[in-house]
């Protein structure tokens, strides 16, 4: 299977959107229920457009289909610029064959590039196959938000997690 990765552009905004509804329908780990996001195609585009806005995402093609992505959210405030809030997700088709671990090393390579010192994330406890990829990849367990979510009517804690980047890694 052949599956780019690259910088996403305003003209991948309907493939992610795309993605992004499908994973919203096949997996409660992402925190959108289905039908709870704006299929809003021309603000994805701006958004991915927009050259002052620091975020990035980047995006895994399968064609003309998103297999994947990971969407690095940074402040414009001076004092958190140097962190990036990472969000992923991998469509099931297209899961446990590396396709997350190579989202997320594209992910720090920019992170690294644009200068940033740490990116940190949130996973529900109870996602053991993607807490076992972040700890693997270096994240670390920096806390625990108890009950914060409701997933089918079930409160659901959540991991935060971080990574420090140097140069090197």
Known sequence: MDIELQLASSQDARALLELQI???HESTFMLLEPGEREPDH???CKRLADEADPSYTVIAMHGEKAAGYVSVGISSYARARATGHLVIGVAERYARRGLGRDLLQAAREQAVSRGLHRLELTVMEHNRRALGLYLSFG????GLRRDVLEVADERVSEYYMGLLL???T
Do not use: H, M
């Open 22 to 24: 499908t994973l919203d």
């Open 42 to 44: 021309d603000r994805l």
């Open 139 to 142: 994240f670390q367990v920096e």
């Open 166 to 168: 140097t140069p090197s």
